[in-house]
């Protein structure tokens, strides 16, 4: 599985779109990018994912640039809720190994 | 809703103690997994499990084992704890991937483990 470069942190303010990036340079074609959230103390939560095309759902917008070796999550409107941490993961969708890496993510803080 | 289940939130033990940390799946997933997240490593995978009765190693195995008797049910086991293993262990579970491209990982609360 590819690996992922994420910056630790990032500070958004409230109402404001959050812009997460996420490199993922070694990225092969049948890899998918999955992003999840961890909010303090609790389990991490699925966010969205996308292979090649933008995808949106009710919590985020995924850009995939062209070349498939970046990735942006986009938060519309962040919230105070949304403060987490932010993790970006590349996984194979016919890796029988069926595993995640995850790295260390994005701390984003939405400030009142 | 669907649900993964960790038996404890907070746990301590002793140095030497032998651990089960418990975990149960409600939604029929083939697969389960135990992750520890240490602050500055993120989440690293322990053990995988495809199927009732397999187990795959993950990144981190060693001073761990794992069983998985039913279908729901994966369990972590520290034969003998020690200080180094003082962590957060998070459980997950997904479907298999030959469901389809949407494999998304559900996790459970996890347990915050102490060794003393």
């Known amino acids: 599985d590819a690996k992922t470069t994420q910056p630790p942190s990032m500070d958004c303010a409230e109402g404001r779109a959050a812009n997460l990036p996420c490199n993922h340079s070694t990225i092969s074609g049948n890899e998918y990018v999955y992003w999840y959230r961890q909010i303090h103390s609790q389990g991490p939560q699925y966010i969205i994912h996308g292979l090649k095309n933008n995808e949106t759902n009710e919590m985020a917008s995924l850009i995939i640039t062209e070349d498939r070796k970046s990735s942006t999550l986009i938060l519309p409107h962040a919230t105070l809720r949304d403060t987490a941490v932010y993790y970006c993961i590349v996984r194979g969708a016919t890796s029988g190994t069926y595993k995640y890496i995850f790295g260390t993510g994005t701390r984003l803080k939405v400030l009142a | 809703d669907v649900k993964v289940t960790q038996s404890s939130r907070y746990l301590v033990k002793r140095t030497g103690e032998k651990v089960f940390l418990e975990c149960v799946q409600d939604?029929?997933?083939?697969?389960m997994f135990w992750y520890r997240q240490d602050p500055g490593l993120g989440l690293r995978l322990i053990y995988f499990s495809y199927d009732v009765k397999m187990k795959e190693k993950g990144d981190i195995p060693e001073g761990y084992s794992v069983s998985r008797e039913k279908k729901e049910r994966f369990s972590l086991i520290l034969e003998s704890a020690s200080t180094n293993q003082t962590s957060m262990y998070l459980c997950?579970?997904?479907?298999?991937?030959?469901?389809?491209?949407?494999?998304?990982?559900?996790f459970g609360p996890g347990t915050r483990l102490t060794v003393l």
């Open positions: 997950a579970s997904s479907f298999n991937v030959q469901r389809g491209d949407y494999n998304e990982q559900f």
């Open positions: 939604m029929d997933h083939e697969n």
